[in-house]
Every structure is written in structure tokens, then in C-alpha cells.
């Protein structure tokens, strides 16, 4: 059983896990609410903006000299969702290995915790609170060196980020010969042995005179010309894409991810995502359009076991 009741609707009724259990010991009833079953905040409510705020989240969110800022799309459900299926499979994995059944308690607020990555962490270790960094990272260099991650190029925007261990020693070195080749590699860069390169003590002055170059670079490249080169001499790297890029997208579009679906009301069709996992076995696709609001009343009545004088009767009596 998965419910998402205010902490004690269940029990009220009659129906929280205590009881269901004396039913059926081996049930799993997993409960997933904004701050969890216990602690002083379980009775609050929460939307998504208030879990991504009170979680610590937005606190790493944005530009070091601005506010912190939200995610652009709603993200806390999602987390909570991803935790709470974890939490659930955890717990079935336990029964099948016991036969004991067992209360999930999901709390939103601890859940998106985890999407502020390190920072958590990072204050334990450092007590400083990781600052927000906006289009860099942090937290690479023991002198707290700033690395930028996007650079504009000639048609929008690439990530690009100077790393260390071999893969950013490999990429940090074959973006130079690149540059070399079109005559925009600088001389400190050409003599520069990357091998030599360690990014956990890199200095500010440092990645600023490589970041200078490589932007003068990534201005004369396309994305297309950009992805296709990190490829083929396997680097780190990749473009941003727009909305309209992701739409054009080939690997998406070979797995099916976009569906043409039409609405009669406007005479057209609107191009749906579809589900982003693919089943050997399970159809699991998009054939329709979102309902009308209370279009689909009636099938579910009949589907429930109401024939048409008892779907007027229940009208009459306002009760449906």
C-alpha cells in the first residue's frame, strides 16, 4: 500500500498500518508525506518550492552574488518519488527474505537533502557553507579555485570542464592539439604537460589562463563540430541542447521518444513525450491525449459495476 495522507488520516480511520498489519502481517504500507510520520514539522504542508527551500537545496542553486533561485521545473516530488520506489523495493526485498512486512516512512524534506549533492557534507568537513557557483564548480582545488563548466560557442553553449585523474588529462590535452591545429593554442598551452596536470591543487591564476584560451577557442567551433571531436578522440565534453535540439534529437528519436497525438478538438496533433524506459515484454506507450476533465466518468462507473440507472441516480442525488 503507497498513501500520501496527512500523518494520521489512516489512523483515524482505522486503516494506518497497525491495524492493516493485524490483517495481513507481511504487508508493506509505504507513507510518504512532505516532513515524514514524526518531528515537529509532520503536520506541515509543503509544495515543491517549499521542500526544494527548506531541504537546503536552492541554497546551492544559482549565482554566487545573486539569491539562491529554484530549479525551473518542479523537482521534490521527483526525488521523494525516486526514494519512496527505493524505500518500497527495499523493504519488499526484506519481506521476501523474512516474510515480516513493515511501515515505510518517506519524508520529503530528507529526500531532496540528497540532490544538494556534497554540500552537506562539505560544511561537516570545512564548517563554511559551499557558496553557490552558478555556471562553475567548486570544491575541486584545496585553494578553492573556481572552474568554469559552460562556455558559449558559435551557436549556442558547450560544457566543458578542466578535469584532472587521466580522462581530464587525456581531454584537457587533446582539446589543446585541437587548438594547436587552427592556430589558437597558445604557447603556455602548447609546452604544457598535462600528464603533470593535478587538478586537487590547481590555482585560480592557473585555470583562468587556460579558461581565457579555450573560450577563444569554443567561439569559433559549433556544438555539431564540438560533439563530434570529443567523441572521436574520446574526451569529457558535450553540448547544451534547447528544446528544439532535443526534439530534432537522433538518439531520441530512434528510441521512440516523441509521439504525434491527435487532438480532435483542435484539429491538429501535439507532439507528446513518451516513457523514457523501453520494455522487452510491457506496450507502454502514449495512444491518446489527456482527458477532459470528467470525460471518462462514466466508463470508470460502468468498470466498477453501475449500469446507466444507477449512474442517473446517483446524478439526481448530486452524488456524482
Not at 483515524?12 to 504500507?29: Q, S, T
Not at 506541515?44 to 541554497?59: E, H, I, K, Q, W
Not at 553557490?132 to 570542464?161: E, L, M, W
Request: glycine residues 8%; contains cysteine; neutral net charge.
Amino acid at each position: 500500500v503507497i498513501e500520501t495522507f496527512q500523518p494520521g488520516t489512516l489512523k483515524k480511520w482505522g486503516l494506518d498500518y497497525k491495524a492493516l498489519a493485524k490483517i495481513k502481517p507481511d504487508l508493506i504500507v509505504s507513507s510518504i508525506t512532505p516532513f515524514g510520520q514524526t518531528g515537529p514539522y509532520k503536520n506541515y504542508r509543503a509544495s515543491d518550492l517549499v521542500l526544494t527551500a527548506m531541504s537546503g537545496f536552492m541554497s546551492v542553486l544559482g549565482d554566487s552574488d545573486k539569491p539562491p533561485v529554484r530549479p525551473t521545473v518542479p523537482q521534490s516530488y521527483v526525488w521523494i518519488g525516486m526514494h519512496a520506489a527505493e524505500a518500497t523495493l527495499m523493504a519488499y526485498y526484506h519481506r521476501g527474505m523474512t516474510g515480516e512486512g513493515q511501515h515505510v516512512d518517506i519524508s520529503g524534506q530528507a529526500g531532496v537533502t540528497w540532490a544538494a549533492s556534497i554540500a552537506p557534507s562539505f560544511y561537516d568537513f570545512n564548517k563554511e557553507v559551499p557558496t553557490r557557483a552558478g555556471s562553475f564548480v567548486t570544491g575541486r582545488s584545496v585553494t578553492g579555485a573556481i572552474i568554469r563548466a559552460v562556455y558559449p560557442c558559435k551557436d549556442g553553449y558547450v560544457t566543458y570542464i578542466i578535469y584532472g585523474g587521466p580522462a581530464g588529462q587525456r581531454t584537457n590535452k587533446r582539446l589543446t592539439e585541437w587548438m594547436a591545429s587552427k592556430g589558437m593554442a597558445p604557447d603556455f598551452l602548447k609546452n604544457k604537460d598535462w600528464s603533470k596536470f593535478d587538478i586537487a591543487t590547481v590555482t585560480q591564476e592557473e585555470i583562468n589562463r587556460v579558461e581565457e584560451a579555450n573560450m577563444a577557442f569554443f567561439k569559433t567551433v559549433t556544438k555539431d563540430e564540438f560533439f563530434k571531436y570529443v567523441v572521436e578522440q574520446d574526451m569529457l565534453g558535450y553540448p547544451v541542447n534547447t528544446a528544439k535540439e532535443i526534439l530534432e534529437d537522433d538518439q531520441l528519436k530512434s528510441r521512440g521518444m516523441w509521439k504525434e497525438v491527435e487532438h480532435e478538438d483542435l484539429g491538429e496533433k501535439i507532439t507528446y513525450p513518451a516513457f523514457f524506459t523501453l520494455f522487452s515484454s510491457i506496450a507502454c506507450d502514449v495512444w491518446r491525449r489527456a482527458p477532459r476533465i470528467g470525460e471518462h466518468n462514466e466508463e470508470v462507473y460502468r468498470e466498477i459495476g453501475l449500469d446507466q440507472k444507477d449512474i442517473l441516480r446517483l446524478k439526481k442525488a448530486n452524488i456524482i
